[in-house]
């Protein structure tokens, strides 16, 4: 993602106990009979683990990924991505969602929050505001309106986040509303937000930050989203206003096949009060083939360029950067998924390190187990 999300933190070792015996014992003592004995209630509570291995052949000898991962992003070495625990309440008038984490995703990604919010997965609540039509208020950390890609690696199609995610927030703190049609084919929003990716806003910044989301689905096979930020990252003293707009579409020709088609595009100030902008691009083309309930194959292709690094830093003129990767996964049960993924990163530059030589190229194989109750 942005520039200001750098991995610098130990994980804390204490809460990823805690975490890991919460997401394990939970499952089978207490979250099948919790559903039941709340529901009157609509109090669910749930539980997300995902433990990966990723055998980098670069082989760096800090076990960390190249510095614009932000997911999946130690190398060589058995980790938890994100474990999470989540409460959610949800009737016709008020819902809301609390849920805490750890993992490598936790730590690369909440550098900047104060030691007390990195544990802070979501936060949130809500209230339905009209009688007569689906239209919400909430409030609180919430997960990104931008992107196709999110957090939850096992909602998605392949093991590894694609460059579009981690270019973009995961997550976003402020005030949205939200309207849905009765019919369920529109959704929109408008959102009033701290900043790219923060809970707390930038120091010295007074500006917020605004978006929308405009989700269309006008049958089971076809759902197309536009989303858009407007902002800074920057405190008022050096502000530049960025830009950002983000595009996909998904389609589900049969049952077996599903198609995303992905574009993002981003402008930022050169400098404060200035008419010169940064821009960057990213494509990114998703096929998954699902044959039958217990496997699924995927191939994604992408590309992220950023001249002016404005997302990611690069030792040359420039980011420029190509991803090719394919996964296949094995469902044990509707919960319990085994992945395995061949990525390819592809540069014209020497984005990367082998042997302790500049490279072009940068290849893992990676693996992970994830459940979900």
């Known amino acids: 993602m942005t520039s200001h999300k750098i991995y610098r933190h130990p994980i804390n070792q204490h809460l990823l106990r805690c975490l890991l015996f919460l997401v394990c014992w939970l499952p089978a003592s207490f979250l099948t009979h919790a559903q039941i004995v709340l529901a009157d209630s609509s109090l669910i509570i749930t539980a997300y683990a995902e433990i990966y291995y990723l055998y980098d052949f670069s082989k760096p000898a800090n076990h960390l990924r190249p510095s614009f991962v932000y997911s999946h992003n130690r190398a060589n070495e058995v980790n938890l991505n994100l474990g999470l625990v989540q409460a959610s309440f949800n009737n016709e008038k008020v819902r809301g969602s609390l849920a805490l984490m750890a993992g490598t995703y936790t730590q690369a990604n909440m550098?900047?929050?104060?030691?007390?919010?990195?544990?802070?997965?979501?936060?949130?609540?809500?209230?339905?505001?009209?009688?007569?039509?689906?239209?919400?208020?909430?409030?609180?950390?919430?997960?990104?309106?931008?992107?196709?890609?999110?957090?939850?690696?096992?909602?998605?199609?392949?093991?590894?986040?694609?460059?579009?995610?981690?270019?973009?927030?995961?997550?976003?703190?402020?005030?949205?509303?939200?309207?849905?049609?009765?019919?369920?084919?529109?959704?929109?929003?408008?959102?009033?937000?701290?900043?790219?990716?923060?809970i707390q806003k930038v120091n010295g910044s007074s500006l917020p930050a605004f978006g929308h989301q405009v989700t269309y689905q006008p049958s089971s096979r076809w759902l197309i989203n536009s989303s858009s930020f407007v902002g800074t990252d920057d405190p008022d003293s050096t502000r530049r206003m960025r830009y950002f707009h983000d595009l996909y579409v998904i389609w589900k020709p049969t049952a077996k096949w599903e198609i995303?088609?992905?574009?993002?595009?981003?402008?930022?100030?050169?400098?404060?009060?200035?008419?010169?902008?940064?821009?960057?691009?990213?494509?990114?083309?998703?096929?998954?083939?699902?044959?039958?309930?217990?496997?699924?194959?995927?191939?994604?292709?992408?590309?992220?360029?950023?001249?002016?690094?404005?997302?990611?830093?690069?030792?040359?003129?420039?980011?420029?950067?190509?991803?090719?990767?394919?996964?296949?996964?094995?469902?044990?049960?509707?919960?319990?998924?085994?992945?395995?993924?061949?990525?390819?990163?592809?540069?014209?530059?020497?984005?990367?390190?082998?042997?302790?030589?500049?490279?072009?190229?940068?290849?893992?194989?990676?693996?992970?187990l994830a459940f979900r109750f």
Request: aromatic content about 14%; charged content about 20%.
């Open 260 to 368: 995303t088609v992905g574009f993002d595009c981003g402008f930022q100030q050169k400098e404060k009060g200035s008419t010169e902008y940064n821009n960057w691009y990213t494509p990114v083309l998703i096929a998954r083939y699902i044959p039958n309930k217990k496997w699924a194959i995927a191939m994604r292709a992408e590309y992220f360029d950023d001249k002016g690094e404005v997302i990611a830093s690069s030792p040359a003129d420039g980011f420029r950067n190509g991803g090719y990767s394919m996964n296949v996964d094995r469902w044990f049960t509707k919960n319990v998924c085994w992945r395995m993924e061949a990525k390819l990163y592809n540069s014209p530059d020497e984005l990367f390190v082998q042997d302790g030589q500049p490279a072009r190229n940068n290849f893992t194989l990676g693996m992970a």
């Open 111 to 198: 550098v900047n929050e104060p030691d007390m919010l990195k544990p802070i997965y979501e936060a949130s609540a809500g209230v339905k505001v009209s009688r007569a039509k689906n239209l919400w208020v909430d409030a609180g950390i919430f997960s990104s309106h931008l992107g196709c890609d999110g957090a939850k690696g096992l909602d998605y199609a392949n093991l590894t986040r694609s460059m579009m995610a981690d270019g973009s927030p995961y997550f976003e703190t402020g005030v949205k509303l939200t309207y849905n049609t009765d019919n369920s084919k529109w959704l929109l929003s408008v959102l009033f937000l701290n900043g790219w990716q923060r």
